[in-house]
């Protein structure tokens, strides 16, 4: 009557793997949180970009987390859609998701406004991580 299907149990290299990421994420959402609470005291260059692009940077490792066997090709697109989504859910302004927006978690996650700018800083931040985890992964292999 009821069936069961099969329970894939994740190999200690994928646990593995998927504990390096989640580290990552954690220093990522850090690095993200201090650009905000310290940007007076950081370059200009930084405190006016670095949220942004830590914050692709912290959507890819996640997706990364999901599918750790997919291609960078596959995570990156993933990503930068995802991102893509939610700066262009900026345009939509009723009142229920702005109202979700004042909150500190839902402006961080959704953002306020709609900036042109923010897709060239995920866009940087999602090559940025591609081409650092490709380069993690070349160093795994070596060893």
Known sequence: MFTSKPVHKLSSASKRVRFYYSVAIIITIALGLAS????????????DHAGDVLWAIMIYIGIRIIWVH???????????LFCYLIECSQLYQAIWINDIRHTMLGGLVLGKGFLWIDLVRYTFGILLAVGLDDMMLKLRRVR
Do not use: Q
Request: aromatic share 8%.
């Open 36 to 47: 905000r609470i310290y940007a007076s005291t950081l370059p200009d260059i930084l405190s």
């Open 70 to 80: 997919r291609s960078l090709l596959f995570v990156a697109i993933l990503s930068l």
